[in-house]
């Protein structure tokens, strides 16, 4: 997936749910190449939402401008609702029976788990350093 100034390799998925009225989530591992800098690691987020929704990301940037050190988003968009493409060719005017539906994506960078990071000897320290 190619986004502005990066490229978005998909690699494994570290969570997947679903739900039986068309909702699913999958979280990707991804790995982000720059063309400027360094590449990181990262995760995508991709779920299919009702276009009625707000957004995941209203929710982060409101947090941001109120609570440091949260992930900032390195990108997100709406990329197509389920009407323009098969389901509204399929059952065209049952929208309003189902809901349209919008394919929704966001990168996060990649954190280590806190596991892998703090245990017993290095508590205080971790603790110390983060504040």
């Not at 609570?67 to 389901?87: A, C, K, V």
């Not at 788990?113 to 504040?131: K, P, R, T």
């Amino acid at each position: 997936m190619d986004i502005e100034d990066r490229q978005i390799v998909l690699g494994e998925v570290i969570s997947t749910r679903h739900v039986l009225v068309c909702r699913r989530t999958i979280v990707y591992g991804v790995t982000i190449w720059r063309t400027s800098r360094q590449d990181c690691p990262g995760i995508i987020k991709v779920s299919n939402r009702l276009t009625t929704s707000t957004p995941e990301w209203e929710f982060i940037e409101e947090a941001q401008a109120k609570i440091e050190h949260l992930s900032r988003m390195i990108f997100h968009q709406d990329l197509t609702n389920f009407s323009d493409g098969s389901w509204g060719t399929l059952f065209p005017g049952r929208n309003d029976l189902y809901g349209d539906r919008v394919l929704r994506t966001i990168v996060l960078p990649r954190h280590s788990s806190i596991s892998e990071v703090l245990s017993a000897g290095n508590f205080i320290s971790v603790l110390q350093s983060a504040f």
